[in-house]
């Protein structure tokens, strides 16, 4: 497979007369692969959006090395420009366009044509409402506007900073099925997120950041299965009888919430049903204990007890208001240190 994203010890420190110094950043690196939807994970304040931004030559990293489909970024990254599409943080259009004319803007901004428009508006699933204000549009799909408005070039590479945002259950499930169709249609996705169900459920790989540093990477159920510890919830009528005897043989029991217990140690679960069963205490249930993405997460970042730095509260960690339009035009874009 070859590498769509490389970074590789990327540093990024922020100087403000209020906070003084502070590492958003800290040598953190990550691999996104052709074809993957690859899920970039942290609790808030980690350093996803400035890792997305410095890969994008919107904030100047300290150090580190990073490529953009073969090319290294940001130096090169005007010669890839066209096959990425990049939306940062939220989406803001002119309420009273339509969806339609905000694309075909777009588009002859950025020198597509506007054919490409009608293409991208059924991509999306808004066709039948491209002729209605960007204002009437609910939050998902004004979402699924901006995605639109980053596919008009074709992308090979398309880059999602939180898209799930704010979004209602349904938003949310539309943004899933949009990310799974893209990648259908052979593009690399590279989405960050700390909803992390959706991640689990959309994302093949995922890398996960703490304080500006990666905590693990790879293949979700990989990642998963490191963190397996052969758990099993047990249920049976004297669950305390029961941790004795399963202390006896060597096992280990805690007492779950709801009067079942959390057994571990035992290699297969019929060690635990058989150390019951020979002293008359039958096993009501026996289900392994697979670990999901949130009981990881949580585990590596320790975001439950320590949540990571918090975002500024002067705004310096914001788009300077009036630069509402958060879609990120590779060709036209800014540098700020
Ligand atoms: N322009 C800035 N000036 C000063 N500090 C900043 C700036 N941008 C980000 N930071 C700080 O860098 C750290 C990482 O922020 P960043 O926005 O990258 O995190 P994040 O993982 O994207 O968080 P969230 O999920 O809340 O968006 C935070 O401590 C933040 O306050």
Redesign the pocket.
């Known amino acids: 497979m070859s590498a769509v994203i490389e970074i590789e010890g990327l540093r990024k420190t922020?100087h403000?007369l209020r906070?003084g110094r502070?590492v958003?950043?800290d040598g953190f690196d990550l691999l996104v692969e052709a074809g993957q939807i690859h899920g970039f994970l942290?609790?808030?304040?980690?350093?996803?959006?400035?890792?997305l931004r410095a890969l994008l030559g919107l904030?100047r990293a300290d150090s580190g090395r990073m490529t953009v489909l073969g090319e290294p970024s940001p130096q090169l990254l005007p010669r890839v420009a066209g096959r990425v599409g990049a939306i940062v943080e939220s989406p803001q259009f002119f309420g009273n366009f339509t969806g339609y004319r905000t694309l075909r803007l777009l588009a002859r901004a950025g020198g597509v044509p506007i054919s490409r428009v009608h293409e991208v508006l059924e991509q999306v699933g808004l066709h039948d409402r491209g002729d209605e204000r960007v204002k009437g549009y609910s939050l998902g799909m004004k979402q699924r506007l901006a995605v639109a408005s980053a596919l008009l070039k074709d992308p090979q590479l398309l880059i999602l900073?939180?898209p799930a945002n704010g979004l209602d259950p349904a938003g949310i499930r539309e943004m899933r099925d949009l990310m799974r169709s893209l990648a259908a249609a052979g593009v690399t996705v590279l989405v960050?997120s700390?909803i992390l169900g959706e991640i689990q459920l959309i994302c093949d790989h995922v890398t996960i950041?703490s304080r500006?540093r990666r905590v693990a990477a790879g293949r979700v159920d990989e990642v998963l299965a490191g963190h397996d510890r052969h758990e099993f919830l047990v249920r049976v009528a004297e669950p305390e009888r029961a941790a004795e005897l399963l202390f006896a043989a060597e096992l280990t029991a805690a007492a779950h919430d709801d009067g079942a217990l959390v057994v571990g140690g035992a290699s297969d679960p019929t060690v635990i049903s058989r150390v019951l069963g020979e002293q008359g205490l039958w096993v009501g249930e026996l289900t392994p204990l697979r670990p999901d993405l949130e009981s990881v997460f949580l585990e590596l970042t320790g975001a439950g007890q320590h949540p990571?730095?918090?975002?500024?509260v002067d705004g310096?960690?914001l788009p300077p208001s009036g630069s509402g339009d958060v879609v990120i035009d590779l060709d036209e874009r800014g540098v700020d240190a």
């Open positions: 922020f403000s906070n502070r958003a950043v942290g609790p808030n304040g980690s350093g996803k959006t400035t890792t904030v900073d939180e960050s700390h950041i500006g990571g730095v918090p975002r500024q310096s960690g």
